[in-house]
């Protein structure tokens, strides 16, 4: 999302640290590109650790891209809250998110397309654009966002099993829209909850709320 702040903190780079090196001859041993998703709930640092496995890769000298699910809504962000409001069913990743749209960028990154389009959101604009992505020399694809367990063309999940009450803190930090000061938000996120709490079994790495790493399989 346009005008997102990344910022990394210990715990961030030390998750990617564990992650990384146990995923490494996967990736040096696929014939196209590897495919990973962070998934967890508002708040839980997706965007920070997506960053931070960027950087470790980096490391490797693996070149990798990441793609935020916040850019796949069909509405920008003052819009889909307003929509929420008048359709109490408009919530979840089979109603506000494109899931076929980022479907379709992992299936073009995995068959060797040298640039993807997607759209990118504008948050104080509250708008959608264009981006045009180059692939040259990519060869992971990292998709962070609360509901990316269930993409379908991935080879390692993540999940952070941190709820809205772990979250908190670094929200306040954030604070978009003085979401932590809306109770309409704040049962938005009890829902996202309920929705995602299941996603963990889906995991091949799941970051429990204190941020220590679990190896699933």
Partial sequence: MK??????????????SII?????????NKATRYTITVSGESGSGKSETGKAIVDELQKYGIKSVLLGQDDYFYLPPKSNDSKRKEDPEWLGPHKEVDFKVLENNLKDAISGKSE???????????SIEDQVISLDGINVVIAEGTYTSLLK????????ARSRLDTLEHRKKRNRGNEVNDLFIENILETEHKIIAGHVQLADFVITKEYDVIIVK
């Fill in 3 to 16: 005008g997102d702040i990344i910022v990394l903190e210990e715990h961030h780079i030390k998750a990617a």
């Fill in 20 to 28: 990384v090196p146990e995923i490494i001859p996967k990736i040096k």
């Fill in 116 to 126: 993807i389009i997607k759209p990118l959101i504008d948050y104080d604009a509250n």
């Fill in 153 to 160: 063309n991935v080879d390692t999940k993540v999940f952070i």
